[in-house]
C-alpha cells in the first residue's frame, strides 16, 4: 500500500511539474537577460531572453519595455495585449476593506493593478515615439482611469506616487501640465514628500522635467515550502529630494494574488512540492540501505578472511604460525575497512545526488510570474546634471507643450 502511494505521488509529480514548468519561464531562466540589462546592455538583455511564452501578457509587457530603451518603435505587442484585456471584463474583489481589480489576460495571467497601468504609460511613450500625441494622451487618460476612477471615492484601492510621477511627467510632455499638477499632488498626499510643493504651486510649466528610473526591480529570495517569493529591494536609493520606491507594486502583487489565486496555486503547487519530497525521500532510503548494505558486506567479508584464514592455518600446523596469523588479520581488516570506505562513499554520493535532484525539482516550481525589468525607483527633477551612471535617455516633447521632459533609465 505505501509503495503504492509513493508511485502514485511520484506520478503526479512528473506530470504536474512537467505541465506547469514546460511552457513557463522559471525565474532562473531570467537570469542571464537580467544581468544585462543591469549593466546596461539591452540588445544582450534581448538576445538572452527567454524563449517561452511569445505573445505573453508578462513577456509582452517586459520585452516592450526592454525594446523602448533601444530604439523600438513598434507597440504592436503592447496594444494586442490592452485589446484582450478590454475584451475582458474587469472585476473588484474585496477582502477586509481592502478592494482589488483584477483582468485575466488572454494566456491566463492575472495582470497586477500596476502592471496593467504600466501598459498604458508604456503604450504613451511608444506613441510619443511615433508623434502621435492624441493616441498618447488617451493611453495617459486609460492610465489615470485605472489610478483614480476606477473605484469609488471611499473605496481603500490601489494607488501609488512612483506611478503619478510617471505619468505627470508623460501629462507634462504633452502639454497638459495642469493634469500633471493633479498627479504630482496625489502623489504628495500619499507620500507628504513636502519637495513636491513646488511643482504643485507653479503657475507656468517647467522648462525641463525629468523622469528617472534606477534599477531593475526587487530581489526575489525562495524560501522552501513556499508557494511564493519574498520580495525586498538591495538598491541604493538615488540622491534625488523626489523619488519613490517601486517595492509597494511588488508586495501589492504578492498580497493580490494570495487572496485571488491561492486556492488554485496552492493545491498545484503543494501537490509538486510533496511529491518532490516523497521521492527524494525514496531515492535516500535505496541509498541507504545500499550503503548499509555495502558496510555490511565489508563487516562480512572481513570476518570470513580473517576466520577462515587462521582455521586453514590451524589445521595445516604450519611454523611461523603467529605471523601468518598476523598477515592474515591485517589482510581481513584491510578489506573490511576498504569496503566500509565504499559504502561511506556510496552513501555520500547518494546524499549529493538526491540534494541536486530536489534542488533541481525546486528549481522547477520556482515560476511565480510578475513582470520583471521595471525600475527599482522613479524620481522627478527639473535640472539635467546626471552624472556617474550608465543610463538609456529618451525626449519628449509635443507641439503644444513648454516642457520638454527627459526619461532616463539608469543601471
Not at 537577460?33 to 505573453?56: M, N
Not at 562513499?345 to 520583471?372: I, P
Amino acid at each position: 500500500m505505501k509503495c503504492s502511494i509513493i508511485l502514485i505521488l511520484g506520478l503526479l509529480t512528473l506530470i504536474t511539474t512537467a505541465c506547469s514548468t514546460k511552457q513557463i519561464i522559471r525565474d532562473s531562466e531570467y537570469k542571464y537577460s537580467e544581468a544585462a540589462f543591469k549593466s546596461g546592455d539591452i540588445p544582450q538583455a534581448l538576445e538572452r531572453f527567454p524563449t517561452k511564452e511569445r505573445h505573453g501578457f508578462v513577456t509582452s509587457i517586459e520585452k516592450s519595455w526592454l525594446a523602448l530603451w533601444d530604439g523600438e518603435k513598434d507597440n504592436k505587442d503592447l496594444m494586442r495585449q490592452s485589446k484582450t484585456l478590454d475584451e475582458r471584463k474587469f472585476t473588484s474583489v474585496t477582502r477586509e476593506a481592502k478592494y482589488f481589480f483584477y483582468n485575466e489576460s488572454e494566456d491566463g495571467y492575472i495582470p497586477a493593478e500596476h502592471e496593467i497601468i504600466v501598459m498604458h504609460l508604456m503604450n504613451a511613450m511608444y506613441f510619443m515615439r511615433n508623434e502621435k500625441w492624441d493616441e498618447a494622451r488617451v493611453e495617459a487618460r486609460r492610465a489615470t482611469f485605472f489610478l483614480q476612477n476606477y473605484f469609488k471615492e471611499d473605496q481603500s484601492h490601489f494607488d501609488d506616487p512612483a506611478l503619478r510621477l510617471w505619468l505627470a511627467g508623460i501629462w507634462a510632455s504633452l502639454g497638459e501640465w495642469q493634469d500633471a499638477q493633479v498627479d504630482l499632488r496625489k502623489a504628495y498626499e500619499l507620500s507628504k514628500n513636502k519637495a513636491l510643493l513646488p511643482l504643485i504651486e507653479m503657475q507656468q510649466p517647467p522648462k525641463n522635467l525629468n523622469v528617472i528610473f534606477d534599477g531593475g526591480g526587487p530581489v526575489i529570495t525562495w524560501q522552501e515550502g513556499k508557494l511564493s517569493p519574498e520580495f525586498s529591494d538591495a538598491s541604493t536609493p538615488p540622491s534625488t529630494a523626489i523619488k519613490f520606491n517601486t517595492l509597494p507594486w511588488f508586495l501589492r502583487h504578492e498580497e493580490r494574488n494570495s487572496e485571488i489565486r491561492s486556492i488554485v496555486m496552492k493545491s498545484n503547487y503543494m501537490a509538486q512540492y510533496y511529491g518532490l519530497n516523497t521521492s527524494v525521500g525514496a531515492e535516500k532510503s535505496l541509498g541507504f540501505a545500499a550503503s548499509n548494505g555495502l558496510r555490511a558486506a565489508g563487516v562480512i567479508v572481513g570476518a570470513v578472511i580473517i576466520g577462515g584464514g587462521i582455521y586453514i592455518l590451524a589445521q595445516s600446523g604450519a611454523s611461523g604460525s603467529g605471523e601468518a596469523a598476523g598477515y592474515i588479520i591485517a589482510t581481513g581488516l584491510l578489506a573490511s575497512a576498504e569496503l566500509w570506505k565504499k559504502g561511506d562513499r556510496l552513501a555520500r554520493d547518494f546524499e549529493r545526488s538526491t540534494e541536486e535532484s530536489k534542488q533541481e525539482g525546486l528549481e522547477n516550481l520556482r515560476t511565480y510570474r510578475f513582470v520583471r525589468f521595471m525600475p527599482s525607483w522613479i524620481s522627478l527633477t527639473t535640472t539635467d546634471e546626471f552624472v556617474g551612471l550608465q543610463a538609456k535617455s529618451l525626449h519628449f516633447k509635443s507641439p503644444s507643450s513648454k516642457t520638454t521632459v527627459l526619461f532616463l533609465q539608469r543601471f
